[in-house]
């Protein structure tokens, strides 16, 4: 069982920058790869970003060279850090945790967070 705690959301200004970190229980985080998610009222959840066990990263097209994820095996935290943020990034972000391989499907992840909202004004 691996329990997701999500942190760092909250409001900034269009070119801004937030870092989001999920803290994760359990001794068997680096056996996990670990995405990224966001949803927006009216639409799915889509893929932000993802990195392997390895430390290997994936990037959604439209985050890609905005955002870079990272993890932190000492500390069982996984972040996010956004850099030129746009409003169309405004959406709740939530970190799932996949026991074998990266994906970008959500129905394959095994462990949700709660979620943090992040909102980017004009």
């Known amino acids: 069982q691996v329990q997701l705690v999500e942190s760092g959301g909250g409001l900034v200004q269009a070119g801004g920058s937030l870092r989001l970190s999920c803290a994760a229980s359990?001794?068997?985080?680096?056996?996990?790869?670990m995405g990224w998610f966001r949803q927006a009222p009216g639409k799915e959840r889509e893929f932000v970003a993802g990195?392997?066990?390895?430390?290997?990263?994936t990037y959604a097209d439209s985050v890609q060279g905005r955002f870079t994820i990272s993890r932190d095996s000492a500390k069982n935290t996984v972040y996010l850090q956004m850099n030129s943020l746009k409003p169309e990034d405004t959406a709740v972000y939530t970190c799932?945790?996949?026991?074998?391989?990266?994906?970008?499907?959500?129905?394959?992840?095994?462990?949700w967070g709660q979620g943090t909202q992040v909102t980017v004004s004009s």
């Open positions: 359990g001794r068997t985080f680096s056996s996990y790869a």
């Open positions: 990195i392997r066990r390895s430390g290997g990263a």
């Open positions: 799932a945790a996949e026991q074998f391989l990266l994906t970008t499907i959500p129905s394959q992840y095994d462990y």
